[in-house]
């Protein structure tokens, strides 16, 4: 079976700081992708930064970045220099890709930025 | 460039009730997933459509149900509503070619049934 834990129901951090969302997920499968989505309230899903497991290299988009380990199945997301617009539920999620690339995602975060 | 576009926004209904929702997908997307959220279990799969074919289903009963026009619109129905099927119903498109960049989601339609 497929799983993405994510084991921080809520999370909060102050403005400027640096932040890490964790994320476990379990597949036997070797070729996947990794995904981080934030929604905000307005509702919309949005793709913060993806990963494909065969690179070792970690992902990195502005201010956020993840770390990969797949050995250990982890994929936590860091957001550096927080702003009140990151303010969000975030959801870790994987792809499997040759197996109808369906999506799973974990039960996601929420993070509130304090001013 | 229009993004995903599900209407409508809120709905309510009662239970024992069936309902409808849309999904337009972004121009040349023909895959489109569908997905259940509510508080505390994350984003739940309920099918997956490309070319007018369900590719893919999630673990639903069969009240849960859908289809695929030959425009890519997509449209689910939910039957003998439950007072817990009360979620937030997500639709997402992709290019089949490259799903591995990720889903692009509508904002979804909050279903409430009472």
């Known amino acids: 079976a497929q799983t993405v834990t994510q084991s921080q129901p809520e999370m909060s951090v102050q403005e400027a700081e640096t932040v890490t969302l964790s994320c476990t997920y379990d597949t036997s499968e070797s070729n996947y992708y990794l995904f981080w989505y934030k929604q905000p309230p307005s509702r919309q899903m949005i793709l913060v930064i993806r990963?494909?497991?065969?690179?070792?290299q970690n992902a990195t988009e502005n201010r956020f970045s993840v770390n990969f380990q797949k050995a250990a199945k982890s994929f936590s997301l860091k957001i550096s220099d927080s702003q009140l617009g990151d303010t969000a539920m975030y959801f870790c999620a994987f792809m499997i890709s040759n197996t109808g690339n369906q999506f799973y995602f974990g039960t996601g975060t929420s993070l509130t930025v304090i001013p | 460039k229009a993004g995903v576009t599900q209407t409508p926004r809120y709905l309510i209904k009662t239970r024992g009730q069936q309902v409808t929702l849309s999904c337009s997908p972004i121009s040349g997307h023909r895959s489109v997933s569908w997905y259940q959220q509510t508080p505390g279990q994350g984003l739940q799969f309920l099918f997956e459509y490309f070319s007018e074919t369900q590719r893919n289903k999630g673990n639903f009963p069969g009240r849960f149900s859908g289809r695929q026009f030959s425009n890519s619109r997509s449209e689910m129905n939910v039957s003998t509503l439950e007072l817990g099927d009360s979620a937030l119903y997500l639709c997402?498109?992709?290019?089949?070619?490259?799903?591995?960049?990720?889903?692009?989601f509508g904002s979804g339609t909050r279903l409430t049934v009472v």
């Open positions: 997402a498109s992709s290019l089949e070619v490259r799903k591995r960049d990720g889903y692009t």
């Open positions: 990963q494909e497991a065969y690179k070792q």
